[in-house]
């Protein structure tokens, strides 16, 4: 099974950058996910980690160490707009997603 | 269609009452999965299926189960509900690449009373 743990709130003034840690323990692992998800919305997906290292997409970046099961999401130049859940989830080799519970960001004027 | 749909938004339903959750995606996604989203608990995987013909299971399957007749549809049900089962149920579907994501429907939101 997967063990996947994230912080459940965090609180940014527009404008700044927010890490967001993810720690997993697996059985499998095939990849390593971050999604977006607005209240009332569906998860939509951010990015992708496979290989160690920073992947880097506009505003958003993901870094990924296998070695020690940990990645984060990098939220730079806040906006109102990205006040939301993120969420971390953990590929096995059946392509099958484990979901940690979620970080709610708040983003403040 | 464009994309990956659920019927219907939002019920409410009586304890006991059998129930079927429907899902639609036009994408041709081999692969397709049945979530549950609780508050504090993230989502869950119920039900999911690599191939049309085939189904296992996921986290939490009991008290529900799958179909996957064609490659575009897999309804997830409820046999007999219970008020356990209330929850926010999204479907998903994805393709067989490794660099394949996972894309959700809109969700359906249950209620068992």
């Known amino acids: 099974g997967q063990n996947i743990d994230q912080p459940t709130e965090m609180t940014a003034t527009e404008g700044a950058i927010v890490q967001i840690n993810c720690t997993y323990q697996t059985s499998g692992f095939n990849g390593l996910f971050w999604y977006q998800q607005h209240a009332g919305e569906a998860p939509t997906f951010l990015s992708y980690?496979?290989?160690?290292g920073l992947e880097e997409k506009g505003r958003f970046s993901s870094f990924l160490s296998r070695s020690k099961g940990y990645s984060y999401l990098l939220l730079k130049e806040l906006q109102m707009k990205d006040s939301a859940s993120y969420l971390c989830a953990v590929r096995d080799g059946d392509y099958k997603l484990s979901f940690g519970a979620g970080t709610t960001v708040t983003v403040r004027a | 269609i464009a994309g990956i749909t659920q019927a219907p938004t939002s019920q409410i339903l009586a304890a006991g009452r059998r129930m079927t959750l429907r899902c639609t995606q036009d994408?041709?996604?081999?692969?397709m999965y049945w979530y549950r989203q609780d508050l504090g608990l993230g989502l869950r995987l119920i039900h999911y299926?690599?191939?049309?013909?085939?189904?296992g299971k996921g986290e939490v399957p009991d008290g529900y189960s799958v179909s996957r007749a064609n490659t575009d549809d897999f309804p997830l049900t409820l046999a007999s509900a219970v008020p356990s089962q209330t929850s926010v149920y999204f479907c998903?579907?994805?393709?067989?690449?490794?660099?394949?994501?996972?894309?959700f429907g809109p969700g359906t939101r249950l209620t068992v009373l």
């Open positions: 994408m041709r996604h081999n692969a």
């Open positions: 980690n496979v290989l160690d």
């Open positions: 998903a579907s994805g393709g067989s690449h490794d660099t394949d994501t996972q894309y």
């Open positions: 299926s690599n191939t049309a013909g085939t189904t």
